[in-house]
Structures are given as structure tokens and as C-alpha cells.
């Protein structure tokens, strides 16, 4: 296979807000810098975002960023890293400040400052009140911030490469990272993109599991190529569910739909939260009713032909009362179920919405292995692991990590590039040849597994074995059989094996990323023992010695998972903030 060679002062994985918000640092320092991506720069899964991006702005009523920074350890239960928390949300009301200064269409109070709305979890003083900390472009703030970025990367000539897959990282024997390997979608060429430094922000893979909120882009992508390179991934035990996403297809249904009378109904129609949330019943809190949804799945009362999702029924509801308060929902439910609710039910399952785990990295953007600095290569965004969100993410912190850390990793880059002697060190032929075996394996596989076949069972096994409620025996039963799926992925044939826009040969390399996070999940998941955040077990129950199953004395710590054996350490939380105190470890309640 004939391979090309472009070299750069930074190549950027990803064009996501991660990646973009870094490119501007690196272009604007007058680097050389190279943006590849699947997709056209703004179409990347940042675009979907709605609800907002957190900063202690204060501007329609007292916040502080120590208020901020108290609710993120708290939303995290206790598993995030207090020195990346603090840097994340005192630098918060500056990288959005700069991001208007980019041109982002904020929406406005009537003093023409930032508008900004509550969101989940975010209090004033320590967990008093909800707190106005959410700043909004109305429900299109992802899209807005995506542009603006994009528009900013155009104005610093930022090199886009459309429509290209990265392959695989890129190391020297000494262990720093030379740069990554990609192919071009449109014509099957393979080239090599060496640079001084390699940023990942490739985004989530919530496409590891069956129902996902996630666009079907978001394959992990950058998380398999780090495993597959020897680094280790973090936390990967970590996912946060949504109760109530479309069956099948994973588009969100608000919480909105029950707060309007909807009801979750099993099989025989029953109205199942009664069993388990006698008071609250369909309004009990999220983690709640995913949990009693899953139950009735596993036990056989699920919905439709596999029996793998429940039914929200608003069709006692006024017609009218749907069409004034939940068109948005209705079309929804038309489009991708195939339903119109004000005549039947619509089936939901609990969804797959954001990955807590992944690249380990220290504030700074850099990644590292058990706290060794890996030369030349760094994470941001939601592949990466900083750790600021811990065992659960509180609402618009993503985008805020997004812009935060994609700063701080260019400009870290900017200080390790402007150091390196100009000329670049030899690539070893082996880390090329290791990426072009895998095409070529694809390109030539026979009797192999089919490739959409197999992605289902992984999805399947996830979503059954793994999901936002975990049984004892589930899970070891989901280690076996993922890595099982996993001889498929290996063996995965193509009927197509054309150069020129084969889709089904990105979608073959694309399942090889996802098997990586699967297992990191599943084999994460099996081995903690405790309750904490959006992992729940039912052999970690909440006791009096264990507060909702919280287990610090042994589990006051983030999992590593390395490829290589399937071998899981584990490193210890850091409860150190930078300048103020640590905020002390207590159980967490709403
Ligand atoms: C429906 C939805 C709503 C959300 N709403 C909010 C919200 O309101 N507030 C909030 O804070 N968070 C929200 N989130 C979470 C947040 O939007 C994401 O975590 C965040 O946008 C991820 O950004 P990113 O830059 O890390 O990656 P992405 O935006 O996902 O971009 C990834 C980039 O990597 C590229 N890429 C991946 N693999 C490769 C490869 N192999 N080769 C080349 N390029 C590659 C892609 O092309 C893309 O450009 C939401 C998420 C979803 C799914």
C-alpha cells in the first residue's frame, strides 16, 4: 500500500468544540496546525448540545466559581479530581466571556449580558438553591458554539482535512507520541500526518451500547487508537443514562413528557413505578426509573418482539394539552418511532447519553500513564479523562470542559512545540505497518462476521449487561460474552472491498474502536464492587455502612484498564485542589 507523509507543528484529531477550541490556540500562535475529521467540522456531535455551558457569571444573580466547583465534586461523587475541578470552573467565566468575543450568539438578559438558566445540579452556596449558571444561545447553544469556533479557525488558517478517518497513533520506541495515521474516506489513500505534537478529540462512543443519544459518528475512536497504542483508559466503568430515549433510534424524550401526566407501562400495561416508586411513581428521579425499567426488561415484561423496551403513554392525555405543551415530543415520536402519541404509546428505553471515563490526563491537556507524562501527545474533550466529571456528570459541564481544556491542551502544546528542535525524528516502519495490517485485513478478510451483525451484539450485550442498573452476574456474564464479540471484530468481512467512499470499510475499522470501549467498560464495571454515581449494583445496596453503596474505603479511586492483557490498575482520587480547600468527602444527596 503506497503511503503519503504531511507533517505539521500539531495535528488535532477531532473538530468537535475539543478540538476546535485548541486549534484556535495552536493556529493563532502562528503553528502549523492540521484539524482532521469524519465529518465536516460542524456537523461533529457538539452540534447537538442544547441546554447550555456552566460559568459563574453571576449575571442575573450572586454565583461564585468555589459554588461551582462544590457541586461538580458533588455530582461526581467524590470521584473527580479536585485540582482539575478547580482549574475548570474558575477558568469558566473567561473561556466563555473569550467565546463571545469570538462572535457566539449568546442569548441576552435585558442588560445585554449573557442570558443564563438553572440546570440540574447546580446550586448557589454550597447546595442551597438552583443557581442561573447555564449561559444559552435558546436550545441551539452546541450549534452556536461550534460555528463561532469554526468561524474563528477559518479567520487563524487552521488546515482542515474533511472527511478523513484516523487509523491509528503513531510511537517512537521511547514511548512519545510522532503523530497518527488516516485515511482519506474519499479515495482509500492512506497518508502518515507527523507532527511535534498529536491532540485527541475525537468525542464520546456512547455507540457502544444500543440506545444512545450519541450521533452514529461517535465510535470511540480516538479511546480504541490510545488502547491500542499501550495507554490506559480511565474510569471507562462510567456512562450516564437518559430514562427515556426513543427505542431504536436514541433521540431524547424529555422528563417534560411526565411531568405532563405520562405513564411508563410494561407489557401487560401495567404501570410498573407504582411497584417500585410508590409516592413519586413516573416522576421518581432519573437513575430511579432507568433502574425499574431495566428490571422489567430483564425480567421478561419488556416491550415488543425481543422484548427490550417499555411504552410511555400519553394517549390519555387532551390531544390539545400535547399539541400546546409537547409538539416538539410529538414530532419526535412521529419521526423516529413511527408513532403519533395522542394515538399510542411511544417506546422508550433508558439511553446511552455521555462517557465520564476515558484518555487519562492531567489538567494541563497532557496524557499520562499512572501520572508519567507520555511526550508530545494529549486529550481533550469527552474521549478524555481529566478527571473533572467523576462517576457522573452534572448537565452543561461538557461544553464547558470542552472549551476549558481545549485551551489548556493548546496551550500546553504551544510550550512543548516551540521546544522541540525543528527537525522531526523517523517514524518507525513498524507503527505504519501495524495500521495498514488492520486495513488490509479488512480489505481482504473472507468467511469473516458481518460487520453490522456484530456491532449489534456488542450493542445488545452493553445495553443488557451493563447498563444503567448492574447485576453481580450480568456483568461476569457480559465479560465473557464481549469478549467473545470481540473474536468477531477481529474476523469482520466486507462484501464491498472497493477504495472510493467505502462506507462499509469505515464502519468495519470503526467497530474495531468500539470493542476496545466496550471491553474497558464491561471489565471496569465487573471489577468495582461498590455503588457510586451512575454505576449501580445490586450487590452494592445501600446500607448504613455504605450510604447508597458507596464504598470510599476500598473504591476512593479511578480505575486504569490496559488492552494488553486486560489488565485493570487503579490510582488514587486526587482530593487536593489547587488553592482552596478540599471539599470534604459526605454522601450525596438532592
Ligand atoms: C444530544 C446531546 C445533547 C447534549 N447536550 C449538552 C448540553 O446541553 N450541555 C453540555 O455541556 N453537554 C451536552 N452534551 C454533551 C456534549 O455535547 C459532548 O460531550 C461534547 O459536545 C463532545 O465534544 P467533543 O469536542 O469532545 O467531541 P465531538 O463534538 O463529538 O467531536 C468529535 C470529533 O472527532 C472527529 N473524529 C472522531 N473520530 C475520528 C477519527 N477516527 N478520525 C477523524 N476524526 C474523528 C469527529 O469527526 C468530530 O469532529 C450533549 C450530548 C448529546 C449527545
Known sequence: ????????????????????????????????????????????????????????????????????????VK????????????????????????????GMPFDRTDEGKIYQRPFGGHMSNFGEKPVRRAC???????????HALYQRNVRANTQFFVEWLALDLLRAPDGRVLGVIALEM???????????????????????????????????????????AGIPLEDMEFWQFHPTGVAGAGVLITEGVRGEGGILRNASGERFMERYAPNAKDLASRDVVSRAMVTEINEGRGCGPAQDHVMLDITHLDADVINKRLPGIREISIQFAGVDPIKAPIPVVPTCHYQMGGIPTNYHGEVVDYGNVIPGFYAAGECACASVHGANRLGTNSLLDLLVFGKSSGESMVDFIRKEPAALPEIPQGEIDKALARVNRVNTQTGGADVAQTRLAMQRTMQNHAGV??????????????????????????????????????EALELENLIEV???????????????????????????????GRDDQNWLKHSLWYRDGNRLEYKPVNLNPLTVQSVALKTRAY
Not at 20 to 48: D, N, Q, W
Not at 136 to 146: C, E, F, I
Request: hydrophobic fraction near 40%; glycine fraction near 8%.
Open 1 to 72: 500500500m503506497k503511503v503519503a507523509k504531511r507533517t505539521f507543528d500539531a495535528v488535532i484529531v477531532g473538530a468537535g468544540g475539543a478540538g476546535m477550541r485548541a486549534a484556535v490556540t495552536l493556529a493563532e500562535s502562528g503553528l502549523k496546525t492540521a484539524v482532521i475529521s469524519k465529518v465536516f467540522p460542524t456537523r461533529s456531535h457538539t452540534v447537538a448540545a442544547q441546554g447550555g455551558v456552566s460559568a459563574s457569571l453571576g449575571n442575573s444573580e450572586p454565583d461564585h466559581w468555589t459554588w461551582h466547583m462544590y457541586d461538580t
Open 75 to 102: 455530582g461526581s461523587d467524590w470521584l473527580g479530581d479536585q485540582d482539575a475541578i478547580e482549574f475548570m470552573c474558575k477558568q469558566a467565566p473567561q473561556v466563555v466571556v473569550e467565546l463571545e468575543h469570538y
Open 136 to 146: 444559552a444561545a435558546a436550545d441551539r447553544t452546541g450549534h452556536a458554539m461550534l
Open 186 to 228: 474519499e479515495t482509500g489513500e492512506i497518508t502518515v500526518f507527523q507532527a511535534k505534537a498529536t491532540l485527541f478529540a475525537t468525542g464520546g462512543a456512547g455507540r457502544i451500547y444500543y440506545s444512545s443519544t450519541n450521533a452514529f459518528i461517535n465510535t470511540g475512536d480516538g479511546v480504541g487508537m490510545a488502547a491500542r
Open 469 to 506: 442498573f448492574r447485576f453481580k452476574d450480568m456483568l461476569q456474564q457480559g465479560v465473557d460474552k464481549i469478549l467473545d464479540i470481540e473474536k468477531q471484530v477481529q474476523q469482520t468481512e466486507i462484501k464491498d472491498k472497493s477504495q472510493v467512499w467505502n462506507t462499509a470499510r469505515i
Open 518 to 548: 466496550a471491553k474497558a467498560t464491561m471489565l471496569s464495571a465487573n471489577a468495582r464492587t461498590e455503588s457510586r454515581g451512575a454505576h449501580v449494583r445490586d450487590d452494592a445496596p445501600d446500607t448504613p455502612e455504605h450510604p447508597n
